[in-house]
Every structure is written in structure tokens, then in C-alpha cells.
Nanobody, 123 residues
Framework: QLHFVESGGGLVQTGGSLRLSCVAS????????IGWFRQAPGKERERVSCVSSGDSSTNYADSVKGRFTISRDNAKMTVYLQMNSLRPEDTAVYYC????????????????WGQGTQVTVSS
């Protein structure tokens, strides 16, 4: 059964760093694009970053470019999100998700979600 477990969230001050982990099971991680998303209270869920399979190409939302880095370790069935220079507006529940069928981030439809991990950035 397909399953994700996110971890690494917490409370951090502005300018601090966190590293989120998403451990997958129930499928072959290297065959699918994986994304990190976030949802703040009262706001729509947004895609923060995505990493494709194969060449592990990445993309980022403009709001996190230069601060966040996504990476994947297929052997460990894990995708990471390194978050630096955190801001209060980064406060949200962060989720990882798998593309339903695509190995590429471009045009991917994400359909399988973890339970999320809370990130809170204090000012």
C-alpha cells in the first residue's frame, strides 16, 4: 500500500533552517516525480517544489527560490526539502505527494499524499 511519512517540521525563528524528510513505501520511488506542497490556514494549497525522476531535475515556486532545495535518495525511498532563511510566511503544513503517473514534474497530476508536517516560523 502506497504510504508517505513526513517529518522534520517544527518551530524555528526567522532566518532559521529546517530539513523535511518524506519517506515513501509501497511503490518504486525512482519511477515518479515527487512534490512538496504546503497549506497555510485560510489559504489554498500551493506547490513549493518538485523533483523529477531520472535526471532529478527540480523546480520551485518563486516564493522559495534560492532558499529551499529539494533532493531525492531513491535507495532510501526518501525525498528531502532543505529550507533555509525561513520567513513567517513559510508557516504552513508541508506535505509530500507523488505524481499519479508521470516521472516528470511538468504537467504532473499529484494524487497521493502524506499526512503533513507542521512548520512554524516565528518573527
Amino acid at each position: 500500500q502506497l504510504h508517505f511519512v513526513e517529518s522534520g517540521g517544527g518551530l524555528v525563528q526567522t532566518g532559521g533552517s529546517l530539513r523535511l524528510s518524506c519517506v515513501a513505501s509501497g511503490f518504486i520511488l525512482e519511477h515518479r516525480a515527487i512534490g512538496w506542497f504546503r497549506q497555510a490556514p485560510g489559504k489554498e494549497r500551493e506547490r513549493v517544489s518538485c523533483v523529477s525522476s531520472g535526471d532529478s531535475s527540480t523546480n520551485y515556486a518563486d516564493s522559495v527560490k534560492g532558499r529551499f532545495t529539494i533532493s531525492r535518495d531513491n535507495a532510501k525511498m526518501t525525498v528531502y526539502l532543505q529550507m533555509n532563511s525561513l520567513r513567517p510566511e513559510d508557516t504552513a503544513v508541508y506535505y509530500c505527494a507523488r505524481a499519479r503517473r508521470s516521472s516528470r514534474c511538468e504537467g504532473a497530476d499529484f494524487g497521493f499524499w502524506g499526512q503533513g508536517t507542521q512548520v512554524t516560523v516565528s518573527s
